[in-house]
C-alpha cells in the first residue's frame, strides 16, 4: 500500500527526522490560507499515489499566497497518470545548498532491509543506478542486529564532507531505519535530503509503500489509506480479496494464481488481443470471489469478451462454476464468458456450467485464443 | 532419486488442526506422505485421523513432536501473523527442512526468519509457495498430486497454478518428474532457482530441468548465470508476465517490476543469452523439453 | 543497584505481567487503611534490599485490617541484615494452588541474559539447583533474535500441564523479558509465580537488580534508588564514585584496582587482622576521591588502623600522596595510617609524604602486616 | 613468540583525541607499539602528535583507518555510552584484536556485541580490562610497561592492579613474561582464560603461567579442568576475594559471589584438584613458578 507525502512525513516527523512543517488543502482557499500563514514562499505539492509529479506540472513554487492559491486551483483536480488530484501539501519552499537521496526498500538478494544513498538527489535513483553506479552506496541491514550507529554514519559519510552535516545525516538514517520498520514497510525513501545554506539537513521529501501483509497489525498505518488514491474498481477487488490490476485492453481475464494470471494476459497478447485486467481470485473459491470478480471486469467498459482459466488445485472447479452461475443471475452481463476448467472436481464443474448453458473448454490456449476472437470480432 | 524430499521423508504438520492444515494433511497420508505427526500448541495428546486410518500424534511443539517421532521435515499452514514463528520454532527443533506454504506472511518478520535458519543451518522452502513433490515418494504442500508423475524432468518455478499446468502438459505426454518445486511468489524466499538447479544438477535421476518465473527481482538472471556456468543438464524456461505494466504488484508480493532489470524480456533475452531454450508460450515447454532430450 | 519489590512489581505491571495490586505504607495506619480499602486479607511485607525477609519476620498474613496494622508496625522499623525497614506493601492474600519460579539473570557462560525455571517455586533457586538440578529447565536468549515465543512456550511448557496455564505463563515470561531488557536489569525473578483455582497466573513477588551501567540512559529507572535502603557510607562513596562495601573488621583499606583491593583484605586475614571494608578509588586519581575516601573509612568507629596499598599505573602516586596529606588537614584522624605506594611517581609521592611527616612502605606484605598489628594493639 | 600481539600488531586508537585515549597512546608509541592510526568521528583529516616525533593519521571511521593503514587490531577508549558501539564497529571494520579497556559498559550492550564479534570471526579482549603487553613487542592498553620484562612466562588475570602486582614480584627476580594478558572484570568478556591458556600452551616461548582470578563465576574451575586436561606447562594459581561476603559485588561488575561455586574457597580447591599449583598471597606466586620451572 502506498502512502502520501504528507503521510510518510507524518511517520517520518513521530520517528524524529527533520521536516519543514507543511499542511494539506482540498481547495485553492484553504491553499492560500496555508501560505498566508506561513508567511514566506511555498510549494504547492499533489498529493497523489504516482511518480513523476513535478514532470506532470503537480509540483510548483509559489513566490507568495496569491501564487499559491494560483497553483492550488490549478493543481487540485488535474489527472495525473489517471490519478485524480485531491489534496496539495503546502509547505515553506526552503533555500537548497544541496540535494541528496536517501532510501530503504526489502532486497531480495541481500535478504534485507537495505540501504541505497547518493549525493545525487533529486533524480531517479534509478536512473543514477543505471548511468553512475558507484554515486551509489548500498548497506543490507543484518535483521540480527538492526542498522549499527557506525554504519549510518558510514552512510552519511558517503554523502558529506562537513562533520555537522555527517552527523545529522547519520541521524537521520538511523530514524529513517527506525521509521521503515516501525511502519511495516516495504520502501521508503527521502529524495531529495537536503542541506540549506545554514548547515541543517532536512527531509523535504517522502515517499513510503507499506507492506500490505503488515496492516493487519498496524492500525494507525492502514487508517492511512486513501481509497481516491487508487480506482474504485482496484478498492473493491481489495475489499474482495482478490488481486486487481485494471489495464486498458478489451480482454477481461479471471485466473487462479498470479502466475497463472500472468502467463493468460501474455496469451491473450500473443494471440493478438489485449488483457483488460490482471485479475487473481486466490487458492480458496468461495463463489462469492467469482461474483465479485466479474461485477470488477463488467464494470470497465472496454471488455468486450471475459475468460475464465482455472487450474483447480486447492481451488475447486465446481466452487468457481456455481460462482459464474450465481453471477450470472445476480448481474446483467452483455459480453460473451468463456471458460476453460481442470483439474480438481472439474467433471462436476462441467456438469454445472452445462446446465447453466455454458460450454466449457480444456486447453488454456484453446480458451484465450476464443477470448481474444470474441473480443476483436 | 529426487531432491529435498522423498520416500525418507519424515514429516510434522505445523498447524495440523486448522482448516487448511487438515485438508492438506489428509492430501499427504492418501499420497502416501509419512506425516509422522502434528503441532497446535494447547492440542498436544490428541490424535489426528486421517483417510484410510492413517493417524499422526498431535503435540504442543515443534521440540516435543521431534524428540518424539524423529520428523526430519516440516509443513507450515498457520495463519500468517504467525507464520515467521512458526518457520523459527520449526528451524530451532531439530529437522533440517521447512515448507512454508502460508501466504501474506509480513516481509520483515521472514528477514528476520530466514536469518535464524542460516544460523541454525536449515532449508526453508517459502514462504507463500505451494511446496514440492517427489512423484511416487513423497508430497510436502499442496500441489495437487493427480498431475504428476515419475520420471527424469525436475520442474521449478515461483508461481503455483502455472506450475500445474506446465507439469500437466509434461504428465500428458508421458513425462513424468523426479521432483517438482514451487519456490514461492514472496519477495524473499529461503530456497531459491539456483538452489534447486544445484541439487537437479547432482540428482542422478533427474535429466532436463523445467524453470518457471515471473517478472520481479532478478533471480532469474542469476539462475541463468548459474546454467551456463555449472550445469551440464538442459533447462527450458519460461516467465510470466510479459504484458504486465510497470511499478504495480501482480499479486505475488515479489512480482513488480522495478527498473529495466525486472521485466520478463530481460528475463527471457538472460535466459537465451545463457543456453536456456525459451518457451513463449506454456504450451511450448513440452515441445522444447523433448527437443532437449532427444 | 538494587530496587524494592514494589518497585520491580511497577516494572512488572508495565510490561503488562498480571501482579495482584498493593500499595506502600510507611505508618501501622497507613497500613491498616490500605488493608480496609482492599476488604480481605492481606499481606504485609518489609521493602528491604535483602534476601530472606520472610525468616526474619518481615512477611505477615493479615487476616484483617486490624491484623494488618498490628503487623505493620512490628516490621516497620525492624531491622534485617543490618538494614531498617521503612516501608511496607500492603496486597492483596492470594489463594494459591501452585508455585513456580521464573528467572532472568545475565550468565557469564551463556554470555546472554539466561533464563530459569521452575515448578519448584516458593523457594531459593540455588537450593534447587544444588538439590534437585533436574527441577530447572534454562534457555539462554540470543541477543541477536531475542526471546522467540516458542522459547517463551517451550519454557511455560515445563511449568504447567494445563493448555490455559501454559498459554499465561508464556506470556508472562516474555513479558519478563521485556521488562528485564527494558529496564536494564542484570537480574530479575518472580518467586513465586501462581496458579490461583480460578486458573489465573500471577506474579506475586518481584526481585529486580539494574546493571549499574545502564543508570545514566534510565533516569526513570535511576530515579528508583532508595538511599536508605544502604549504609550512609555507600551512598557517600558511590557519590563519590568510590567501591565500597562496608564490612566488620578493624583495619581500613583504600586500595586501587578491585582485584588487589580484594587481595589485601585477603592479606589481612592473612596476617591475622580483620578488614573493615573494601575500597577500590579507582583508575584515575584525582585527591578529592582521596579524601572522600579516608572521611568514610574513618567515620566507621570499628576502624582502628587504615592502609593504604597503591600500585600506580594510571593511578599517579604523587595524587594519592596528596590527597592524604590533603584530608588529614581538613579531617581529625586519630588512627594510624600505613601506606604503600610504588609505580608511576613513586618518587615524588615518597617525598610529598615524608614532608607531611608520614613514612612509605614499598612492599604489600610489610604495610598489612604492620597495618594489623597497629590494629590488633 | 607472544600471544595475541607482538612486532607486527598495527593499532588503530578509537577515541584517540580523548583524555585517556590520548594518554596511553603516547604510552603506547613510547614503547614501540606501532600505533598505525587514530578514530574520533569529526576529527578525520587531522594528525595525533606522539612523542619523539611519532605521529599517527585520524580518521572519522574504523572503515577508513583499516583500509588506509592495513591496522589488524584495535583499542577501545571511548566512553562507556559509546563502548559497545566501538567494538561492533572495529568488529565490522577488518581488523581480527579487538581491545576494549572502557569500564563501565552496559552488560547487555556487551552481549550483543560478543555476539556480533563472533559472527564476524574477531577476538575481543575485554571490556573493563588493561589490555595487554609482549614485553619488548607490544602493548596495547594500559598495563605500565615499567614492571615488565622479557622472559618465558604468561600471565593471564582478571584483575588490573593485582596484576601490576604479580608481574612485579616476576621482574624482581629476574622472571620476564612472554605476555601478560588482563582478561577484565565484567560479566561478560571476549576473551576469558580457557582463550588465553589455550594460546599460551601453543606458544613455544612460553614456560609457565600464571593465572590470577578472583572470586564470582565459575570461569577459573572451567580453566583448571582445561589445564588438567589440556595443558603440559606448569600453572601457578591465585584468586582474590577470600575475604569477600556473598552477595556484594566487589568493585568489578563480574566479582561477586552468588550461590557457592563462585567462592574463592571453591576455586582455590578447583586449582589444586587439577594440578595448579595455589598461591596463598600475592608473594608466594614467584616461589611457586622457580619451583615449576626450576
Known amino acids: 500500500m502506498d502512502i502520501h507525502e504528507y503521510q510518510a512525513k507524518e511517520r517520518f516527523i513521530a520517528a524524529g527526522i527533520p521536516v519543514p512543517p507543511g499542511r494539506i488543502a482540498t481547495t485553492a482557499d484553504e491553499a492560500e490560507a496555508i501560505a498566508r500563514d506561513f508567511g514566506g514562499p511555498v510549494m504547492v505539492k499533489a498529493q497523489v499515489h504516482s511518480g513523476g509529479r513535478g514532470k506532470a506540472g503537480g509540483v510548483k513554487y509559489a513566490a507568495d499566497a496569491a501564487a499559491a492559491r494560483e497553483h492550488a486551483s490549478r493543481i487540485l483536480g488535474m489527472d495525473i497518470k489517471g490519478l485524480t488530484v485531491e489534496k496539495v501539501l503546502v509547505t515553506p519552499a526552503e533555500d537548497i545548498a544541496s540535494e541528496a537521496y536517501v532510501g530503504v526498500l526489502v532486497d531480495r538478494k541481500t535478504q534485507a532491509a537495505t540501504f541505497m544513498v547518493s549525493a545525487e538527489g533529486g533524480m531517479d535513483i534509478e536512473e543514477v543506478a543505471a548511468t553512475n553506479p558507484d554515486a551509489i552506496r548500498r548497506l543490507a541491514v543484518d535483521p540480527r542486529y538492526g542498522l549499527l550507529p557506525h554504519q549510518a554514519y558510514w552512510l552519511a559519510n558517503f554523502l558529506y564532507e562537513e562533520p555537522a552535516h555527517i552527523r545529522q545525516a547519520a541521524s537521520v538514517i538511523a530514524r529513517l531505519y527506525d521509521s521503515f520498520v516501525d511502519s511495516g514497510a516495504s520502501m521508503t525513501e527521502i529524495n531529495p535530503l537536503i542541506t540549506t545554506p545554514d548547515g541543517a539537513v532536512k527531509a523535504i521529501d517522502a515517499k513510503m509503500s507499506i507492506d500490505d501483509n503488515e496492516l493487519f497489525r498496524r492500525p494507525d498505518v492502514a487508517a492511512m489509506r486513501d481509497n481516491s488514491a487508487e480506482p474504485a474498481s482496484e478498492t473493491k477487488a481489495r475489499e474482495a480479496s482478490l488481486s486487481y490490476v485494471k489495464l486498458d485492453g478489451s480482454v477481461g481475464c479471471c485466473v487462479n494464481g498470479a502466475g497463472l494470471a500472468m502467463a493468460t494476459m501474455d496469451l491473450v497478447k500473443y494471440y493478438g488481443g489485449e488483457p483488460a485486467n490482471f485479475l487473481d481470485i486466490g487458492g480458496s473459491s468461495n463463489p462469492d470471489k467469482v461474483v465479485a470478480a466479474l461485477e470488477i471486469i463488467t464494470s470497465d467498459p472496454n471488455v468486450k469478451s471475459i475468460l475464465f482459466n482455472i487450474f483447480g488445485g486447492i481451488t475447486r472447479c465446481d466452487d468457481v462454476a456455481n460462482g459464474i452461475v450465481e453471477a450470472t443471475k445476480r448481474i446483467q452481463i452483455d459480453v460473451p464468458i468463456v471458460i476453460r476448467l481442470t483439474g480438481t472436481n472439474e467433471e462436476l464443474a462441467l456438469e454445472i456450467l452445462e446446465k447453466a448453458g455454458f460450454s466449457a473448454y480444456t486447453s488454456m490456449d484453446a480458451v484465450v485464443e476464443k477470448a481474444v476472437q470474441l473480443a476483436n470480432a | ?294
Not at chain 2, 56 to 71: L, Q
Not at chain 2, 222 to 228: I, P, T
Not at chain 2, 272 to 281: H, Y
Open chain 2, 1 to 294: 532419486m529426487s531432491i529435498f524430499i522423498d520416500s525418507d521423508t519424515r514429516l510434522v504438520v505445523q498447524g495440523i488442526t486448522g482448516r487448511d492444515g487438515s485438508f492438506h494433511t489428509r492430501q499427504m497420508m492418501e499420497y502416501g506422505t509419512q506425516v509422522v505427526a502434528g503441532v497446535t500448541p494447547g492440542k498436544g495428546g490428541q490424535t489426528f485421523e486421517g483417510p484410510g486410518g492413517r493417524t499422526a500424534p498431535i503435540f504442543n511443539s515443534m521440540d516435543e513432536a521431534v524428540a518424539e517421532t524423529g520428523a526430519n521435515t516440516s509443513v507450515i499452514y498457520v495463519p500468517p501473523a504467525f507464520a515467521a514463528d512458526a518457520v523459527l520454532e520449526a528451524a530451532d527443533s531439530g529437522v533440517t527442512f521447512v515448507v512454508a506454504i502460508t501466504e501474506g506472511v509480513p516481509v520483515l518478520d521472514m528477514a528476520r526468519a530466514h536469518a535464524f535458519a542460516r544460523d541454525k543451518g536449515v532449508r526453508v522452502l517459502g514462504p507463500n509457495c505451494p511446496g514440492l513433490i517427489s512423484p511416487g515418494k513423497s508430497k510436502v504442500g499442496i500441489l495437487p498430486a493427480q498431475i504428476v508423475t515419475e520420471g527424469p524432468i525436475g520442474v521449478v518455478s515461483r508461481s503455483g497454478t502455472l506450475t500445474y499446468e506446465a507439469v500437466f502438459q509434461l504428465t500428458n505426454v508421458g513425462l513424468g518428474q523426479t521432483t517438482c518445486v514451487g519456490i514461492g511468489g514472496d519477495p524473499l524466499i529461503g530456497t531459491n532457482f539456483i538452489d534447486c538447479l544445484k541439487a537437479f544438477q547432482a540428482d542422478p535421476d533427474t535429466t532436463a530441468v523445467v524453470m518457471i518465473g515471473e517478472i520481479g527481482g532478478t533471480d532469474e538472471q542469476e539462475a541463468a548465470a548459474f546454467v551456463k556456468e555449472h550445469m551440464t543438464k538442459p533447462v527450458v524456461g519460461f516467465i510470466a508476465g510479459q504484458t504486465a505494466p510497470p511499478g504495480r504488484r501482480m499479486g505475488h508480493a515479489g512480482a513488480i517490476i522495478s527498473g529495466s532489470a525486472g521485466t520478463a524480456e530481460e528475463k527471457m533475452k538472460a535466459f537465451a543469452d545463457n543456453g536456456i531454450a525459451v518457451a513463449k508460450r506454456p504450451a511450448d515447454i513440452v515441445g522444447l523439453i523433448q527437443d532437449a532430450i532427444a
